[in-house]
T-cell receptor, first 114, second 109 residues
């Protein structure tokens, strides 16, 4: 099946710093990618839709300036958590749709902000 | 907004038992998907359903797309220890996925 690679898998950072998470489609092109956030014991919450070559579409309540998304190529989308704070600590997961609009997911990034 | 009700929330079963979980919605979906998520990992697609009434198997897993297009179930036969994890249903609406809250499967030793 399609492979989506996400990096890093785990990051610890100091409060106030920025963290970049990469999402790559390894064997297919993705004009659209999705970024989710997942709190412990909860389901996935869609944060934004990343569109290649154009601005991302953010879900209601998600701060655009806080979570910067860049989708500069057909195989790479990045999510930058700017000026991270402890409340930003979470599990972030990206996905990309393949044929039939089936979404394949990356392995996730656990962000811990100290 | 659209919501999916997934049940049960958790299941404690003996190894070898069959498992059944389901999702219902107040809205119609064009596609139903079932994923499994292990701790610290992203969801992995188990089964995709595209047509009302469709019944699809993947090994010991069987899922069906309800006739009304508002529900789906997932069955696991003869459970084994590696089946533990959280199972999510997702309904596709336009380009987005609407997620169930998940069913946590725990196998009693």
């Amino acid at each position: 099946g399609a492979v989506v690679s996400q990096h890093p898998s785990w990051v610890i950072c100091k409060s106030g710093t920025s963290v970049k998470i990469e999402c790559r489609s390894l064997d297919f092109q993705a004009t659209t990618m999705f970024w989710y956030r997942q709190f412990p014991k909860q389901s996935l919450m869609l944060m934004a839709t990343s569109n290649e070559g154009s601005k991302a579409t953010y879900e209601q309540g998600v701060e655009k300036d806080k979570f910067l998304i860049n989708h500069a190529s057909l195989t790479l989308s990045t999510l930058t958590v700017t000026s991270a704070h402890p409340e930003d600590s979470s599990f972030y997961i990206c996905s990309a749709p393949v044929e039939g609009n089936i979404q394949y997911f990356g392995a996730g990034t656990r962000l811990s902000v100290l | 907004g659209q919501q999916l009700n997934q049940s049960p929330q958790s299941m404690f079963i003996q190894e070898g038992e069959d498992v059944s979980m389901n999702c219902t919605s107040s809205s119609i979906f064009n596609t139903w998907l079932w994923y499994k998520q292990d701790p610290g990992e992203g969801p992995v697609l188990l089964i995709a359903l595209y047509k009302a009434g469709e019944l699809t198997s993947n090994g010991r897993l069987t899922a069906q797309f309800g006739i009304t297009r508002k529900d789906s179930f997932l069955n696991i036969s003869a459970s084994i220890p590696s089946d533990v994890g959280i199972y999510f249903c997702a309904g596709r609406f336009s380009y987005q996925l609407i997620w169930g809250a998940g069913t946590k499967l725990i196998i009693k030793p």
